[in-house]
Protein backbone atom coordinates (compact mmCIF):
# COMPACT_ATOMS: atom_id res chain seq x y z
CA UNK A 1 0.00 0.00 0.00
CA UNK A 2 0.71 3.79 -0.55
CA UNK A 3 0.51 5.62 2.78
CA UNK A 4 0.34 9.40 3.35
CA UNK A 5 1.15 10.15 6.82
CA UNK A 6 0.76 13.77 8.59
CA UNK A 7 2.71 14.36 11.83
CA UNK A 8 4.67 11.63 11.04
CA UNK A 9 7.68 12.84 12.52
CA UNK A 10 5.92 13.60 16.11
CA UNK A 11 5.90 10.70 18.95
CA UNK A 12 3.48 8.48 17.30
CA UNK A 13 3.80 8.93 13.74
CA UNK A 14 7.52 8.06 13.70
CA UNK A 15 6.43 4.99 15.12
CA UNK A 16 3.71 3.89 12.77
CA UNK A 17 6.27 5.09 9.91
CA UNK A 18 8.64 2.99 10.59
CA UNK A 19 6.08 0.19 11.12
CA UNK A 20 5.11 0.29 7.65
CA UNK A 21 7.93 0.63 6.13
CA UNK A 22 8.99 -2.92 8.21
CA UNK A 23 5.80 -3.96 6.22
CA UNK A 24 6.88 -3.07 2.98
CA UNK A 25 4.36 -0.47 2.41
CA UNK A 26 5.23 3.00 1.04
CA UNK A 27 5.31 6.20 2.88
CA UNK A 28 5.10 9.79 2.11
CA UNK A 29 4.96 12.40 4.95
CA UNK A 30 3.23 15.73 4.52
CA UNK A 31 5.75 18.50 6.11
CA UNK A 32 6.19 21.71 6.21
CA UNK A 33 9.79 23.13 5.14
CA UNK A 34 11.08 23.49 8.41
CA UNK A 35 9.80 20.28 10.03
CA UNK A 36 12.46 18.83 12.06
CA UNK A 37 12.30 15.41 9.90
CA UNK A 38 15.81 14.00 11.89
CA UNK A 39 13.91 11.29 14.36
CA UNK A 40 12.96 9.72 10.32
CA UNK A 41 17.05 10.24 9.03
CA UNK A 42 18.11 7.31 6.82
CA UNK A 43 14.63 5.75 6.18
CA UNK A 44 13.28 5.79 2.84
CA UNK A 45 10.16 8.40 3.72
CA UNK A 46 8.80 10.31 0.33
CA UNK A 47 8.28 14.07 1.35
CA UNK A 48 5.89 16.23 0.72
CA UNK A 49 5.68 19.83 1.37
CA UNK A 50 2.53 21.75 2.12
CA UNK A 51 0.76 22.72 4.35
CA UNK A 52 -3.01 22.70 5.59
CA UNK A 53 -4.12 25.30 4.56
CA UNK A 54 -2.37 25.40 1.40
CA UNK A 55 -5.21 22.70 -1.11
CA UNK A 56 -2.70 22.51 -4.27
CA UNK A 57 0.14 20.92 -1.50
CA UNK A 58 -2.67 18.58 -0.50
CA UNK A 59 -3.73 17.68 -3.94
CA UNK A 60 -0.39 16.49 -4.38
CA UNK A 61 0.31 15.11 -1.15
CA UNK A 62 -2.74 12.74 -1.57
CA UNK A 63 -2.45 11.87 -4.79
CA UNK A 64 -1.87 8.01 -5.18
CA UNK A 65 -1.97 7.19 -2.16
CA UNK A 66 -4.25 4.18 -0.58
CA UNK A 67 -3.94 4.87 3.17
CA UNK A 68 -4.03 8.53 5.00
CA UNK A 69 -2.94 8.44 8.48
CA UNK A 70 -3.77 12.30 10.27
CA UNK A 71 -1.70 12.07 13.22
CA UNK A 72 -0.65 15.87 13.12
CA UNK A 73 -2.24 18.71 15.55
CA UNK A 74 -1.81 20.82 18.24
CA UNK A 75 -1.80 19.87 21.46
CA UNK A 76 -0.98 22.97 23.07
CA UNK A 77 -1.98 26.15 21.61
CA UNK A 78 -2.07 29.46 22.82
CA UNK A 79 -6.05 30.14 22.41
CA UNK A 80 -9.30 28.85 20.84
CA UNK A 81 -8.75 30.04 17.54
CA UNK A 82 -5.47 28.49 17.01
CA UNK A 83 -6.61 24.66 18.20
CA UNK A 84 -9.81 25.32 15.28
CA UNK A 85 -7.36 26.32 12.63
CA UNK A 86 -4.66 23.30 13.67
CA UNK A 87 -6.49 20.65 14.39
CA UNK A 88 -10.39 21.54 13.13
CA UNK A 89 -10.00 23.40 10.03
CA UNK A 90 -6.75 21.36 8.95
CA UNK A 91 -8.39 17.94 9.47
CA UNK A 92 -11.56 19.11 7.65
CA UNK A 93 -8.83 20.33 4.70
CA UNK A 94 -7.52 17.06 4.29
CA UNK A 95 -10.65 15.19 4.03
CA UNK A 96 -11.66 17.52 1.07
CA UNK A 97 -8.38 16.89 -0.66
CA UNK A 98 -8.68 13.05 -0.49
CA UNK A 99 -12.57 13.73 -1.38
CA UNK A 100 -11.40 15.29 -4.23
CA UNK A 101 -8.70 12.99 -5.23
CA UNK A 102 -8.49 11.25 -8.96
CA UNK A 103 -8.19 7.73 -7.53
CA UNK A 104 -10.15 6.16 -4.55
CA UNK A 105 -8.31 6.36 -0.95
CA UNK A 106 -9.12 2.98 0.32
CA UNK A 107 -9.00 4.41 4.60
CA UNK A 108 -9.34 7.61 6.06
CA UNK A 109 -7.47 7.25 9.80
CA UNK A 110 -8.11 9.86 11.98
CA UNK A 111 -5.90 9.63 15.16
CA UNK A 112 -8.17 11.64 17.73
CA UNK A 113 -8.01 11.91 21.43
CA UNK A 114 -9.82 10.83 24.51
CA UNK A 115 -9.56 14.29 25.12
CA UNK A 116 -12.74 14.49 22.61
CA UNK A 117 -15.31 12.26 24.53
CA UNK A 118 -14.07 14.38 27.81
CA UNK A 119 -13.89 12.21 31.04
CA UNK A 120 -15.57 9.34 32.67
CA UNK A 121 -18.79 9.45 35.25
CA UNK A 122 -18.95 7.86 38.06
CA UNK A 123 -15.34 6.16 37.72
CA UNK A 124 -17.00 4.07 35.32
CA UNK A 125 -15.42 2.57 31.63
CA UNK A 126 -16.66 4.77 28.82
CA UNK A 127 -17.54 3.64 25.94
CA UNK A 128 -18.10 5.00 22.50
CA UNK A 129 -21.52 5.45 22.25
CA UNK A 130 -21.37 7.77 25.77
CA UNK A 131 -22.30 11.14 25.27
CA UNK A 132 -18.73 13.25 24.95
CA UNK A 133 -18.37 16.07 27.39
CA UNK A 134 -14.60 17.41 26.37
CA UNK A 135 -13.27 19.72 28.92
CA UNK A 136 -10.78 21.12 27.69
CA UNK A 137 -10.08 23.95 24.72
CA UNK A 138 -7.96 21.01 23.01
CA UNK A 139 -10.76 18.19 23.99
CA UNK A 140 -13.53 20.52 22.25
CA UNK A 141 -11.06 20.67 18.95
CA UNK A 142 -10.89 17.16 18.46
CA UNK A 143 -14.48 16.37 19.04
CA UNK A 144 -15.10 18.98 16.07
CA UNK A 145 -12.40 17.30 14.25
CA UNK A 146 -14.32 14.10 14.81
CA UNK A 147 -17.53 15.54 13.46
CA UNK A 148 -15.45 16.89 10.52
CA UNK A 149 -14.49 13.68 9.49
CA UNK A 150 -18.56 12.35 9.92
CA UNK A 151 -19.41 14.93 7.55
CA UNK A 152 -17.08 13.64 5.00
CA UNK A 153 -18.35 9.58 5.97
CA UNK A 154 -20.46 9.98 3.01
CA UNK A 155 -17.40 10.25 0.85
CA UNK A 156 -14.68 8.34 2.16
CA UNK A 157 -13.83 5.57 4.36
CA UNK A 158 -13.37 6.55 7.91
CA UNK A 159 -12.21 5.48 11.11
CA UNK A 160 -11.69 7.25 14.15
CA UNK A 161 -9.18 6.36 17.09
CA UNK A 162 -9.29 7.51 20.17
CA UNK A 163 -6.05 7.16 21.57
CA UNK A 164 -5.70 7.46 25.18
CA UNK A 165 -2.19 8.42 26.99
CA UNK A 166 0.46 6.99 24.95
CA UNK A 167 3.80 5.50 26.08
CA UNK A 168 6.85 4.99 25.00
CA UNK A 169 10.70 5.61 25.95
CA UNK A 170 10.89 9.01 23.35
CA UNK A 171 7.61 10.20 24.52
CA UNK A 172 8.01 13.96 26.06
CA UNK A 173 6.01 13.65 29.51
CA UNK A 174 7.68 10.03 30.57
CA UNK A 175 11.44 11.50 29.34
CA UNK A 176 10.57 14.60 31.98
CA UNK A 177 9.49 12.23 34.30
CA UNK A 178 12.69 9.90 33.62
CA UNK A 179 14.94 13.40 34.31
CA UNK A 180 12.69 13.81 37.69
CA UNK A 181 13.71 11.08 38.87
CA UNK A 182 16.80 11.02 38.24
CA UNK A 183 17.20 14.13 40.11
CA UNK A 184 15.21 12.18 42.99
CA UNK A 185 12.62 13.44 42.91
CA UNK A 186 8.95 12.47 42.15
CA UNK A 187 5.69 14.52 41.93
CA UNK A 188 2.03 13.42 43.34
CA UNK A 189 0.38 13.42 40.33
CA UNK A 190 -3.51 12.68 40.61
CA UNK A 191 -5.36 12.17 43.60
CA UNK A 192 -4.03 8.61 44.28
CA UNK A 193 -6.89 6.64 42.53
CA UNK A 194 -6.82 4.69 39.67
CA UNK A 195 -7.57 7.71 37.19
CA UNK A 196 -6.21 6.64 33.80
CA UNK A 197 -6.24 4.11 30.79
CA UNK A 198 -2.73 3.77 29.48
CA UNK A 199 -1.46 1.97 26.07
CA UNK A 200 2.44 1.84 24.91
CA UNK A 201 3.21 3.39 21.85
CA UNK A 202 3.32 -0.12 19.97
CA UNK A 203 0.00 -1.30 20.49
CA UNK A 204 -1.55 2.40 19.16
CA UNK A 205 0.30 1.91 15.97
CA UNK A 206 -1.33 -1.32 16.37
CA UNK A 207 -4.48 -0.05 16.45
CA UNK A 208 -3.93 2.40 13.71
CA UNK A 209 -3.04 -0.62 11.14
CA UNK A 210 -5.84 -2.81 12.07
CA UNK A 211 -8.30 0.46 11.37
CA UNK A 212 -6.57 0.73 7.99
CA UNK A 213 -6.74 -2.85 6.88
CA UNK A 214 -9.90 -4.35 8.42
CA UNK A 215 -13.40 -3.86 6.19
CA UNK A 216 -15.30 -3.68 9.72
CA UNK A 217 -13.36 -0.19 10.45
CA UNK A 218 -15.14 1.19 8.11
CA UNK A 219 -17.11 4.15 10.01
CA UNK A 220 -16.56 3.24 13.32
CA UNK A 221 -15.30 4.94 16.69
CA UNK A 222 -12.74 3.27 18.92
CA UNK A 223 -11.32 3.53 22.48
CA UNK A 224 -8.12 2.95 22.10
CA UNK A 225 -5.69 1.47 25.54
CA UNK A 226 -4.21 -1.64 27.17
CA UNK A 227 -7.51 -2.70 28.92
CA UNK A 228 -6.25 -1.15 31.95
CA UNK A 229 -6.68 1.06 35.00
CA UNK A 230 -3.69 3.33 36.36
CA UNK A 231 -2.93 5.86 39.01
CA UNK A 232 -0.56 8.56 38.45
CA UNK A 233 1.45 7.97 41.35
CA UNK A 234 1.57 3.93 40.23
CA UNK A 235 2.92 5.71 37.12
CA UNK A 236 5.93 7.32 38.65
CA UNK A 237 6.45 4.54 41.25
CA UNK A 238 6.34 1.56 38.67
CA UNK A 239 9.34 3.79 36.25
CA UNK A 240 11.20 4.68 39.51
CA UNK A 241 11.69 0.80 40.13
CA UNK A 242 12.54 -0.05 36.44
CA UNK A 243 15.42 2.62 37.16
CA UNK A 244 16.14 1.20 39.86
CA UNK A 245 16.18 4.78 41.70
CA UNK A 246 16.45 4.86 45.64
CA UNK A 247 15.16 7.36 47.63
CA UNK A 248 13.20 10.04 46.47
CA UNK A 249 11.84 13.59 47.94
CA UNK A 250 8.51 14.00 46.74
CA UNK A 251 6.76 16.62 45.53
CA UNK A 252 3.45 17.72 46.51
CA UNK A 253 0.18 19.57 44.45
CA UNK A 254 0.72 22.89 45.47
CA UNK A 255 4.29 23.28 44.60
CA UNK A 256 3.62 21.57 41.34
CA UNK A 257 1.32 24.20 40.50
CA UNK A 258 4.20 26.97 41.58
CA UNK A 259 6.19 25.03 39.46
CA UNK A 260 4.10 24.85 36.44
CA UNK A 261 3.03 28.82 36.58
CA UNK A 262 6.81 29.67 36.37
CA UNK A 263 7.67 27.40 33.97
CA UNK A 264 4.13 28.61 31.57
CA UNK A 265 5.57 32.16 31.90
CA UNK A 266 8.78 31.53 30.88
CA UNK A 267 7.57 29.77 27.98
CA UNK A 268 5.54 32.66 27.23
CA UNK A 269 8.75 34.57 26.90
CA UNK A 270 10.26 32.36 24.36
CA UNK A 271 7.44 31.75 22.72
CA UNK A 272 7.75 27.90 23.13
CA UNK A 273 5.48 25.80 24.51
CA UNK A 274 5.16 23.58 27.62
CA UNK A 275 4.81 20.00 28.62
CA UNK A 276 2.19 20.62 31.73
CA UNK A 277 0.58 23.42 32.66
CA UNK A 278 -1.94 24.57 36.13
CA UNK A 279 -4.74 23.70 34.30
CA UNK A 280 -3.42 20.11 33.49
CA UNK A 281 -2.14 19.16 36.97
CA UNK A 282 -5.41 20.40 38.27
CA UNK A 283 -7.05 17.84 35.79
CA UNK A 284 -5.19 15.53 36.37
CA UNK A 285 -6.79 15.28 40.22
CA UNK A 286 -10.02 16.06 39.01
CA UNK A 287 -11.28 13.37 36.53
CA UNK A 288 -11.17 10.05 35.42
CA UNK A 289 -10.46 8.87 32.12
CA UNK A 290 -10.96 5.35 32.53
CA UNK A 291 -11.98 3.04 28.79
CA UNK A 292 -13.60 0.54 27.63
CA UNK A 293 -12.28 -1.87 24.62
CA UNK A 294 -14.71 -3.90 24.39
CA UNK A 295 -15.64 -2.75 20.78
CA UNK A 296 -12.55 -2.99 18.98
CA UNK A 297 -11.20 -6.41 20.75
CA UNK A 298 -14.63 -7.86 19.36
CA UNK A 299 -14.99 -5.97 16.01
CA UNK A 300 -10.88 -5.43 14.64
CA UNK A 301 -9.31 -8.14 17.12
CA UNK A 302 -7.28 -5.56 19.11
CA UNK A 303 -4.89 -7.40 21.45
CA UNK A 304 -2.71 -5.03 23.28
CA UNK A 305 0.95 -6.77 23.79
CA UNK A 306 2.56 -4.84 26.19
CA UNK A 307 1.11 -4.32 29.73
CA UNK A 308 2.23 -1.82 32.65
CA UNK A 309 4.54 -3.09 34.47
CA UNK A 310 8.26 -2.78 35.71
CA UNK A 311 9.82 -5.39 33.42
CA UNK A 312 7.94 -4.00 30.47
CA UNK A 313 9.40 -0.63 31.23
CA UNK A 314 12.92 -2.17 31.81
CA UNK A 315 12.92 -3.46 28.52
CA UNK A 316 11.69 -0.14 27.08
CA UNK A 317 14.39 1.59 28.94
CA UNK A 318 17.04 -0.89 27.88
CA UNK A 319 16.27 -0.44 24.44
CA UNK A 320 16.91 2.06 21.24
CA UNK A 321 14.54 5.05 21.11
CA UNK A 322 13.53 3.75 17.45
CA UNK A 323 12.32 0.43 18.57
CA UNK A 324 11.49 1.08 22.10
CA UNK A 325 12.71 -2.02 23.78
CA UNK A 326 9.44 -3.78 22.88
CA UNK A 327 9.92 -5.12 19.33
Not at 115 to 122: I, K
Not at 306 to 323: C, D, K, V
Request: hydrophobic share 45%.
Amino acid sequence: MKALVTGGSGFIGRHLVADLLRRDHEVRCLARPATDRGKLAGLPVAWAEGAFDDPTSLAAAVAGVDWVFHLAAAITAADRPAYVRANVRATAALLQACADAHTRIRRFVFASSIAASGPTLDKRLQRENDPCRPVSEYGRSKLLAEEACRRFSGQLPITVLRLTNVLGVDQAQLSLARKLLQLRLMPLLGNGDEQTSLVFVQDAVAALLLAAEEKAACGRTYFVADGGAYSWRTVFSTVRRAMDIGAVLYLPHPLLILVAAAAETAARLRGRSILISRGQLRDLRRYYYLHDIDLIRSELGFRPRFHFNEETFRRLFQGSPGSAGLD
